[in-house]
Every structure is written in C-alpha cells, then in structure tokens.
C-alpha cells in the first residue's frame, strides 16, 4: 500500500511516530489460538505496514550509531528489525479475552501489569475432571453430578472468596527442579517435592447464569487418560482426599457413591469419605492436586509416551509449537448420555490464580468433579473488554486502514497517561518481549 492510498489520519501519525509508537494496549485475543501466536500474528502485520515503517527506520538507524556497530561481525549487522512486542500475562488456548500488549519502549511497563488485579467469566461444566483441569484435557475420572444444583453451588462458593490458599494442578508448566509440572505427570511420576498451596484473593465471586442439565451444548472432553498418566492421577487422589479431610470436607473416592448418599449430607459440601480406589485401569478415580512423594516410581518399565502438545498453563512463552491436544482417542461409552448441569461464575482476583484450579476444586466440593469448559478475561488492570477499548483481533484480517487508527489512538491514550509514569530504560531486549507469570493462565 502506497503512502498516497492511506487515510491521512494515518500520514498525520507517522509524522509524530516517535512520541506515538511505543505503549501498551489490550488486544481481544480469540479462542483456540496461544497468546504468542497472537504477538507473532500482530507482528507479521506491523513489520510490512506503512503505519511502523518510521518507526522502523529510526530504529535501524538507532543500531547503526551503536558505537559497537562497527564491531559487529558482518551476519550480525542485519538490516532487517521487528517491531518488538511483549504481553502482560498468558491466556488458555481456549480463553478468549484482554491480552494486554506492549509496543517498543512499552515492554518495559509489562511488569506493572504482574500485580493487578483480574475479572474473569469461567463455566464450569460438572460430573468430569480432566489432567488439565478443563476440556481440551484428558478424562481421568467421572463422579455424579446429579444431587449438583444451584442452591449447593452458592453454598460452596462461600469457601472460595477472600484471601484463599490454591494449589496449581500437577499439570501446569510449574517448574520443579528445572522441570516442568506435566512432564513429571504425563511419565507417570509424582514431583519429587510437595508443590506447595499459593496464597491468593477473590475479591468478588458470584453466579452469573445457571444451565440444567440438558438445557445448554458444554460436553465432556472424549479423549481418556491411559497408563502413567492415569495411574499418577490415582495415586494423588488419595493424597488430596486426606487433605480435603481436614478441612471438613470429602469427597466420592469413585464412581460408586450414587447421588442420594449425597443428598442426605447438609449443604451438600460434606460427605461420607470412602477409602480410595483401587489401581484398576478400568474403574476412573477422581484427580488430584500434587503432593510429595519421596521415591520414584521405578516398578515398571516406562511406556511409550504419546506425542502430547505442550501446553503451556502457568507461564507466558512464545513457544511456536503450542498446539491443542488432539481429541480423536475414543472415549469410554457412557451408559447414558451425560446431561450434567454447568455454571457460569464471573471472579475477580489476584495474580496468580488459576480459574482451572478453582473449578477442580469447585467440583471436589460439591462430592463430584468439574472442569472449566470456557473463560473470558473481562479486565485486566485498567483495560477492558470493549469494542472502543480493545483491539479486535480480526481488524489485522481487514487491513491496516482499519487496525491502524485504532492502535494509533490506544497508544496516544497510552502516552497520554505516561506522564505519571516512570521513565523506560534503554530498550535492548529481544524482537518479540514477554512478561508476567498468569494461567489465563
């Protein structure tokens, strides 16, 4: 696109670009795409736009009177430069919602946003728990979900507001000893120290719409746990069952409690505890959160592991092989088609909180199981989800006489701001920036 086609809103940004083209903005990240992707997208777009080419260019002239410049061997005296990007905080493949980004000099504030507080909408879908805790993972148990009802939800989300302990899933991205959390999980082998509970806030957590069984499409992943995997997931439900004990709560050990013992308990939060399932690859058991364990599991030779994406729960990365986990492995055939109830909640809460976490243990409470099905990120600091506020992410599919006003504005609105903040340093960080540790993440 030539300089004469474009609107003259945009000739009239280039010619102040170097106040203008560094700050922060939300973009609506949509579902089913890694929040790298999103920043690799958003680039692709900004490199061979007219809107950046200022921008770019002070920023290869800007190297070249380096004064190592002239040191550099002759590979590394490249002429081509991106335009740097960074975001505050990873989202789920699966979540939808403010993905705050960051532009040059911008990526420096990134860590402002690690502090902040979040509001989220999540459903929760019950009568199945996950290795990660929501859809796109693998079945390792199923529990009654019948005696689940509104009036019992409510109920148990008391425990769940205020300044609450949470412990990540053994499926997170967590590094132990340099490794990451599923990687322990899925060779069948407990973390070799007791991932310990994390202190976080729900400053409001409340019901937003409740959906009967039957009345809405939210369905249970078909994809099963098998071998090492499953069997870790028994071994921490026995775990996480005793701890649950202490708190005056606990839980169905299998599939075996029928709905009316349940019933006949107050609140529908406290339950007759049954002694934890035997190792039969057969019967699904309940997950559970990790706890220590001081041997490795060295019994039986290790399985050929499948080839399971990477998914990358508790940290931002820009990893480009992110994918889904596939969905094509057969499931058990139920009895009857399930017909579970699900709720959505809306939360806002500190850094740090995994809403998966919150709907595994939602539905440990409640005597069954439960993942998170969907999750939208409403807000995050300042920036809301908004159509004025927020960049659509298929305004880069209409063009750059579409997306290039609207960042235009968010980064003078930005700039706006930035007389009350502090001054970045000298950027010298990599092409593509990343920052700040979130679930959804």
Not at 93 to 104: D, R, S
Request: with cysteine.
């Amino acid at each position: 696109m030539s300089l004469r086609r474009l609107p003259l809103k945009i000739h009239a940004a280039m010619s102040d670009a170097a106040r203008t083209m560094d700050g922060v903005f939300a973009v609506h990240k949509p579902a089913d795409i890694t929040s790298a992707q999103v920043l690799r997208d958003l680039q692709r777009q900004f490199n061979r736009s007219e809107f950046f080419k200022p921008w770019l260019e002070a920023e290869r002239q800007r190297l070249r009177e380096e004064p190592n410049w002239s040191n550099r061997r002759r590979g590394k005296k490249s002429k081509w430069v991106d335009v740097k990007l960074g975001h505050g905080g990873t989202l789920d493949p699966i979540a939808t919602g403010v993905l705050i980004t960051a532009i040059g000099k911008g990526t420096k504030q990134l860590n402002n946003f690690l502090g902040c507080t979040k509001t989220y909408e999540a459903v929760v879908l019950f009568g199945v728990a996950t290795d990660s805790y929501d859809r796109v993972g693998k079945v390792v148990s199923r529990a009654p979900y019948e005696h689940v009802t509104r009036e019992k939800v409510e109920e148990a989300l008391k425990k769940f507001r205020g300044n609450i302990m949470q412990r990540p899933s053994i499926f997170s991205a967590l590094k132990v000893n340099g490794k990451k959390l599923y990687e322990y999980a899925r060779e069948g082998k407990e973390p070799p120290v007791e991932i310990l509970e994390r202190p976080v806030e729900v400053s409001n957590l409340e019901i937003v719409e409740w959906y009967e069984g039957g009345s809405h499409n939210y369905v249970w992943p078909t994809e099963e746990a098998e071998g090492p995997e499953k069997d870790v997931a028994k071994k921490m439900l026995g775990k996480e069952s005793a701890i649950l004990a202490t708190d005056g709560i606990t839980v169905a050990a299998d599939d075996s409690v029928v709905a009316s013992e349940k019933s006949e308990q107050p609140e529908g939060i406290s339950h007759k505890r049954k002694s934890p399932p035997p190792s039969d690859p057969t019967e699904p058991a309940e997950p559970t959160e990790p706890q220590e364990s001081t041997k490795e599991e060295t019994s039986e030779p290790p399985v050929k592991r499948q080839k399971l994406e990477p998914e990358n729960k508790a940290e931002p990365t820009t990893t480009i092989n992110e994918e889904l986990p596939s969905t094509t492995t057969p499931a058990v055939e139920p009895q009857t088609s399930p017909t579970p109830p699900a709720v959505k909640l809306t939360m806002t809460v500190s850094s740090g909180f995994y809403v998966r976490s919150l709907s595994h243990d939602l539905g440990l409470a409640l005597g069954s199981n439960a993942i998170m099905s969907e999750l939208v990120r409403t807000r995050q600091g300042d920036f809301e989800l908004s159509p004025d506020k927020t960049l659509e992410y298929s305004d880069m599919e209409a063009g750059e006489s579409v997306w290039a006003p609207k960042v235009q504005r968010f980064l003078e609105e930005w700039n706006g701001k930035g007389a009350q903040q502090e001054e970045p340093q000298a950027d010298n960080g990599p092409a593509v920036a990343d920052a700040g540790k979130e679930e959804e993440k």
